[in-house]
């Protein structure tokens, strides 16, 4: 049972455009979300995270939005650049116990169009 | 060499091979993580070390060995596989184990069990 769920396995923009991705979690427990970039043949990378006591997050041209009542989060690239090309990840983590542990989604592959 | 590294980057073994995934880490950090990316599934956390000991095994099978010799070398060493254990086996790295200390991924080491 996928606790992280990134419903879009792919997403097309066009450069200069809002990229935006998104995902649902279904454990209410889940405090703090994360997201990651990930390039071929590169591991991931952190982008931006959130904690839930925010709804809104924000670095340069990345925004995460958390919407605890629907349990969905979203991230926005404004505007989006071809070098943005690549797979994100939305990870959770809980802050009790092991609260190192995060809880991937699948991936979303954003294709940023020149 | 800089952040974490992985070798090798691919890696062919039949079943009754043993071979060993080794990781680096040149970041100062205290705490290593294994993570196995199988096809069309999440990133799936196996294994955590902090200060060299062990802090989690996510359930793995016992064909999996880690070792961490020291807070910058992670092991996996690996035996009698299946080939459902074909998979990304990423090693990640972090200052410690709070949910803040960013992990910073290496880029991976491509397994197939023939």
């Known amino acids: 049972d996928q606790q992280v769920k990134q419903n879009s396995p792919s997403l097309s923009v066009q450069e200069g455009r809002i990229s935006i991705l998104n995902c649902d979690y279904t454990?209410?427990?889940?405090?703090?979300f994360l997201w990651y970039k990930k390039y071929p043949a590169e591991g991931p990378t952190f982008l931006i995270s959130?904690?839930?006591?925010?709804d809104k997050n924000e670095d340069g041209r990345f925004t995460v939005f958390l919407n605890k009542s629907a349990k969905h989060l979203s991230l926005h690239i404004v505007p989006s650049q071809p070098g943005d090309s690549a797979v994100y990840f939305c990870?959770?983590?809980?802050?009790?116990?092991?609260?190192?542990?995060?809880?991937f989604g699948k991936g979303t592959l954003l294709t940023v169009n020149p | 060499e800089t952040g974490v590294t992985q070798t090798p980057r691919h890696l062919v073994m039949g079943m009754t091979n043993k071979k060993s995934l080794k990781c680096e880490q040149h970041?100062?950090?205290?705490?290593m993580y294994w993570y196995k990316q199988s096809a069309k599934k999440p990133l799936e956390l196996m294994f955590v070390?902090?200060?060299?000991?062990?802090?989690e095994n996510n359930s793995v099978p016992s064909r999996f060995s880690p070792e961490c010799p020291n807070s910058s070398h992670l092991f996996l060493h690996l035996h009698t596989l299946q080939p459902e254990d074909s998979a990304l086996y990423l090693c990640?790295?972090?200052?410690?184990?709070?949910?803040?200390?960013?992990?910073?991924f290496g880029p991976g080491t491509r397994l197939t069990v023939l």
């Open positions: 990640a790295s972090s200052q410690g184990l709070v949910r803040q200390d960013t992990q910073y």
């Open positions: 454990n209410s427990m889940f405090d703090y």
């Open positions: 959130i904690s839930s006591i925010k």
């Open positions: 990870a959770a983590s809980v802050s009790r116990g092991s609260n190192y542990k995060l809880t």
């Open positions: 970041l100062g950090h205290n705490a």
């Open positions: 070390y902090n200060f060299k000991e062990q802090t």
